[in-house]
């Protein structure tokens, strides 16, 4: 069953923007928050930016703030991703996360949308 999913990646140009989203289908638990996280190949997983499910206070990494923008439809359980100004080193893997009510840490994992910026 799949709980979380992704998508609108794609292949853009530097200096475009690009926008993706991810929906939380699966309705048998609460959201605390939402994030996304991405990878680069040969890269270790990074946290970009997450959204606080209630009160929409939002929070990003030093490399995309002020390019970026997190935002989320809670009535719709889905969270998007507003990438502007996007940068050769903005290539990766994107996933959505979900943090839980009552968990400390995100444990439900999408399969990912591929961003691929040329430069």
């Known amino acids: 069953q799949v709980q979380v999913a992704e998508s609108g990646g794609g292949l853009v140009r530097a200096g475009d923007s690009l926008n993706v989203s991810c929906v939380a289908s699966?309705?048998?638990?609460?959201?605390?928050?939402m994030g996304w996280f991405r990878q680069a190949p040969g890269k270790e997983r990074e946290f970009v930016a997450d959204?606080?499910?209630?009160?929409?206070?939002?929070y990003y990494s030093d490399s995309v703030r002020d390019r970026f923008t997190i935002s989320r439809d809670s009535t719709q359980r889905t969270m998007f991703l507003q990438m502007t100004q996007l940068k050769f080193e903005d290539t990766a893997a994107y996933y959505c996360?979900?943090?839980?009510?009552?968990?400390?840490?995100?444990?439900?994992w999408g399969r990912g949308t591929q961003v691929t910026v040329s430069s």
């Open positions: 699966d309705h048998s638990f609460e959201i605390y928050n």
């Open positions: 996360a979900v943090m839980k009510l009552g968990s400390t840490r995100y444990d439900v």
């Open positions: 959204i606080h499910w209630t009160s929409g206070r939002t």
